[in-house]
Antibody, heavy 116, light 110 residues
């Protein structure tokens, strides 16, 4: 397992963007995938997509294809997920997790609230 | 359309065993290979219990086991304990256009 620490809660307006970061405290994600998963209040888990930290390739769920960006910064061992433009339905807890077929380490989650 | 269907809820008494099913849509059966299971307590991040259908990560209790038959994967919890009360999700990476979680099952320990 690795330690993943995410950035803090955000409150955003509809139409704006949000960037959630996921830092690997152990600097051990040199050849791994990071997957992003979200959970709307009272709902289940929703797969958003992944980024390969080594070659920066990405794959996104169709519903987020046009709105999500995933990047990685090897100097800070950080993976970022940006969602734009935000809609009310994007209010959720966003998790980063290591892996592609299964996820052995998870961040603590970041609450993003979209409110006017 | 891809979907993984789980029962919304199950309940049992301490010490009993339960099985949670995860059924793939007909079109996904052949690719229903990489199934994993997660436990989530309220306001906590999910925790992996099973990967690759039946493999258990180190540190996970042997009370948790996984299996698959045809289009249905299953998670069995034996010797139920109070702390097993949580939500459970299956996950499968079927194809690059079909990567998804099941809808989740709420387990109540009576």
């Amino acid at each position: 397992q690795v330690r993943l620490v995410q950035s803090g809660a955000e409150v955003k307006k509809p139409g704006s963007s949000v960037k959630v970061s996921c830092k690997n405290l152990d600097f051990t994600l040199t050849n791994s995938y990071i997957t992003w998963v979200r959970q709307s209040p009272g709902h289940g888990l929703e797969w958003m997509g992944w980024i390969n930290i080594y070659n920066r390739k990405t794959l996104f769920a169709q519903m987020f294809q046009d709105r999500v960006t995933m990047t990685t910064d090897s100097s800070t061992a950080t993976v970022n997920m940006e969602l734009s433009p935000l809609i009310f339905e994007d209010t959720a807890v966003y998790y980063c997790a290591r892996g592609i077929n299964w996820f052995d380490s998870w961040g603590q989650g970041t609450l993003v609230t979209v409110s006017s | 359309q891809s979907a993984l269907t789980q029962p919304a809820s199950v309940s049992a008494s301490p010490g009993q065993s339960i099985t949670i099913s995860c059924t793939a849509a007909d079109s996904d059966i052949d690719s229903f290979q990489f199934v994993s299971w997660y436990q989530q307590h309220p306001d906590k991040a999910p925790k992996v219990l099973i990967f690759d259908v039946s493999e258990r990560p180190s540190g996970v209790s042997s009370r948790f086991s996984g299996s698959k038959s045809g289009d249905t994967a299953s998670l069995t919890i034996s010797g139920l304990q109070a702390e097993d009360e949580a939500d459970y999700y299956c996950f499968s990476y079927i194809t690059t256009t079909a990567v998804l979680f099941g809808g989740g099952t709420k387990l109540t320990v009576l």
